[in-house]
């Protein structure tokens, strides 16, 4: 858990824009990771993504891979 905050609620203090991003709150961007597992339980659960939203946009997996592509040092499923 104190690594998920560190990433997003403490990255946002720590570059002033915690009014804006770093936790799930009204008036804030829209920008989520959804994913299929609990990532406190198992941390590679982060790698099962569902659906991102970026300002309040949904784009599925499938449509972010057109856009960007696996990186050659992913291996799926691993």
């Not at 920008?31 to 949904?58: H, M, Q």
């Amino acid at each position: 858990m104190d690594a998920l905050v560190a990433a997003t609620r403490f990255g946002a203090e720590c570059m002033g824009m915690d009014d804006r991003i770093g936790t799930i709150e009204a008036g804030k961007t829209a920008d989520l990771c959804i994913i299929d597992g609990n990532p406190l339980e198992d941390i590679t659960a982060l790698r099962n993504v569902s659906v991102v939203i970026k300002d309040g946009i949904v784009l599925r997996p499938e449509e972010l891979r057109k856009v960007f592509p696996p990186s050659p040092l992913y291996i799926e499923g691993s």
